[in-house]
């Protein structure tokens, strides 16, 4: 049997999570993080049970990264969250202003907690709106106040030996919705879409819909034959990540051909190399799909340049002034 008990004090929540015989505990991280106008800790921030993110997984999220303390690719990253709360028809809650002066406090009160400065961590900053708290109705509540949550941590990469050897991967059908344009909290199929790569104990989940490649649970799937590079076309079938536009960008420089269009099943089987990319894995080769070597079943030449030529642009990032470090006063 499984049982979840959530156990409140006044400082903390701890997690207990008993499955058979086997009971862990956890605590959440006392990150600090914010949540509709305050700053507090991860474990003291509540919100609503009739919360809509809550009941109904109404709300959209963003995940950005910040090297060295300057967010990166933070504009298209705005871009892209304008975009979803528009298609969940929300207002967007806070200027854009607001936004970059969140992230640079949250950084800093990150950075403050560990006793390291800004300037020499590297961190991923999580960001949810949600409808906000209602009466249970499916129905779009005319008037409702969005819970705007946020919350930084330090930003976990690939390990040396993923990027020197690339990952594993299986394949899937996607039996996502239709909507997978929109980066929503409804994300119970990304949650099995990841977990068939965990329980065959490899790093991500290759989907495909009617043989189409689409993306991965978390991640863009791109493919590379005979010194080009394809990715599928952007629609409302995958999430286009913040990576789209970065390698349009890094191939023009490196002179790469890119080429998005649908990318059949058998095309990603012969590809010479595959790779996924995201704000965290950044690009990350695919050596192993489905238990069968990808090419030469090494990390590949496109990736090698793809990857230098990233370093080079959040190196240039990191270069430009940033507004604010400091935490503004509560
Ligand atoms: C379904 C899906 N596709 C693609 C991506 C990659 O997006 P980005 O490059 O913005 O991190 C993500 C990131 O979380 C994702 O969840």
């Known amino acids: 049997m499984l049982v979840d008990l959530t156990v409140l004090t006044h400082q903390r929540v701890t997690r207990l999570h008993c499955d058979g015989d086997n009971l862990t505990m956890y605590d959440l991280p006392p990150l600090p993080c914010y949540l509709n106008g305050e700053f507090t800790l991860l474990p003291d921030a509540k919100i609503s049970v009739m919360d809509r993110g809550f009941i109904f997984g109404d709300g959209v999220y963003e995940a950005v990264p910040v090297y060295l303390g300057r967010p990166f690719r933070f504009a298209q990253h705005m871009q892209r969250l304008a975009r979803s709360l528009a298609e969940l028809r929300l207002p967007n809650p806070l200027t854009g202003d607001q936004w970059q002066q969140l992230v640079a406090d949250l950084s800093a009160r990150y950075a ?38 946020a919350v930084s941590n330090r930003l976990s990469a690939p390990s040396p030996l993923q990027r020197s050897e690339g990952v594993a991967c299986v394949s899937a059908d996607d039996f996502r919705w239709e909507k997978a344009h929109i980066k929503s909290t409804s994300l119970l199929g990304a949650v099995f879409a990841r977990q068939i790569s965990v329980d065959a104990g490899v790093v991500e989940t ?3 819909r009617d043989n189409y490649l689409s993306e991965a649970a978390s991640s863009n799937v791109w493919v590379v034959k005979d010194g080009v590079l394809m990715g599928p076309p952007r629609d409302n079938l995958k999430l286009e990540g913040i990576r789209y536009g970065l390698i349009e960008e890094l191939c023009q420089a490196l002179g790469l051909t890119l080429k998005l269009r649908p990318i059949h099943r058998d095309e990603v089987a012969r590809a010479d190399e595959l790779l996924l990319s995201s704000a965290t894995k ?19 030449p496109v990736y090698h340049a793809l990857y230098a030529a990233y370093q080079a642009a959040k190196a240039q990032g990191v270069a430009q002034p940033v507004a604010t470090f400091a935490p503004t006063s509560d």
Not at 120 to 130: A, G, K, P, R, W
Not at 288 to 296: A, I
């Open 282 to 300: 950044e690009v990350l080769p695919i050596t192993v799909l489905d238990d069968k070597p990808v090419g030469g079943g090494k990390p590949g």
């Open 206 to 208: 290759v989907m495909f």
């Open 112 to 149: 403050q907690s560990v006793g390291a400065d800004p300037q020499s961590l590297d961190q991923l900053v999580y960001i949810q709106i949600t409808r906000g708290v209602a009466m249970r109705d499916h129905a779009m509540p005319a008037q409702c106040t969005p819970t705007v949550f």
